[in-house]
């Protein structure tokens, strides 16, 4: 089995389905993906979620941190502090920077050719449009341990200890 067909198949099991777009591992955990990269254009479609949470764990605790409010929490918190909104727009702007630099010519190309560049021109972190929304904490957080960002930050004290410890991001 290739390593390709062996990160498919661990990143299948951790999020339930086989993964589309995948273009490799960002973030690890030992052998086992935590954030994985996914192409801009999926099954024809565009897909602005550059960084995509595989981590059960990881999952689990944002989803219930999500349930318990913690999006309404933080955003309070965004809304309330002009500096904290104003580094989340230069968060997503960093991002769609990072985002066009990943991309191969022949994606760059597809994109540029496709009805969709205005998409990727004008949405951030996990593809969100308002600059000052969190919206989702999982493409905060997939995004974050790729490259810092405030949300990410706000959001790691809410972790259980240890969380992320031996994470390493991939040097491709």
Same mark, same amino acid.
């Given at each position: 089995m290739?390593? !390709?067909t062996?990160?498919?198949?661990i990143?299948?099991q951790q999020i339930?389905?086989s993964?589309q777009?995948l273009?490799?591992?960002?973030?690890w955990?030992?052998d086992?993906?935590?954030?994985?990269r996914?192409?801009p254009?999926?099954?024809k479609? &565009?897909? &602005?979620t +550059?960084?995509w949470?595989? $981590? &059960? =764990?990881?999952? *689990?605790?944002l989803d219930?941190l999500?349930?318990?409010?913690?999006?309404?929490?933080l955003?309070? !918190?965004v809304d309330?502090?002009p500096?904290?909104?104003a580094r989340?727009?230069?968060d997503?702007?960093?991002?769609q920077?990072?985002r066009?630099?990943? #991309? +191969?010519?022949? !994606?760059a !190309?597809?994109?540029a050719?496709s009805?969709?560049a205005?998409?990727f021109?004008?949405?951030?972190?996990?593809?969100? =449009?308002?600059d $000052? %929304?969190? %919206?989702?904490?999982h +493409? #905060?957080m997939a995004s974050?341990?790729?490259? %810092?960002?405030?949300?990410? =930050?706000? +959001?790691?004290p809410? *972790? &259980? =200890?240890?969380l992320l410890? $031996? *994470?390493t991001k991939?040097t491709?």
């Amino acid at each position: 089995m290739s390593l !390709q067909t062996n990160i498919e198949a661990i990143v299948a099991q951790q999020i339930g389905r086989s993964p589309q777009g995948l273009q490799g591992v960002a973030v690890w955990r030992g052998d086992r993906p935590v954030v994985i990269r996914v192409a801009p254009i999926v099954r024809k479609q &565009p897909f &602005p979620t +550059t960084f995509w949470l595989t $981590d &059960p =764990e990881l999952n *689990l605790v944002l989803d219930r941190l999500e349930a318990g409010g913690a999006i309404a929490t933080l955003q309070s !918190q965004v809304d309330a502090d002009p500096a904290i909104a104003a580094r989340m727009a230069r968060d997503h702007r960093a991002h769609q920077a990072l985002r066009q630099r990943l #991309w +191969t010519s022949t !994606q760059a !190309q597809e994109v540029a050719n496709s009805a969709f560049a205005n998409v990727f021109e004008s949405r951030g972190i996990g593809g969100i =449009e308002a600059d $000052d %929304r969190i %919206r989702c904490l999982h +493409t #905060w957080m997939a995004s974050h341990l790729v490259v %810092r960002n405030v949300i990410g =930050e706000m +959001t790691e004290p809410l *972790l &259980p =200890e240890g969380l992320l410890d $031996d *994470l390493t991001k991939a040097t491709d």
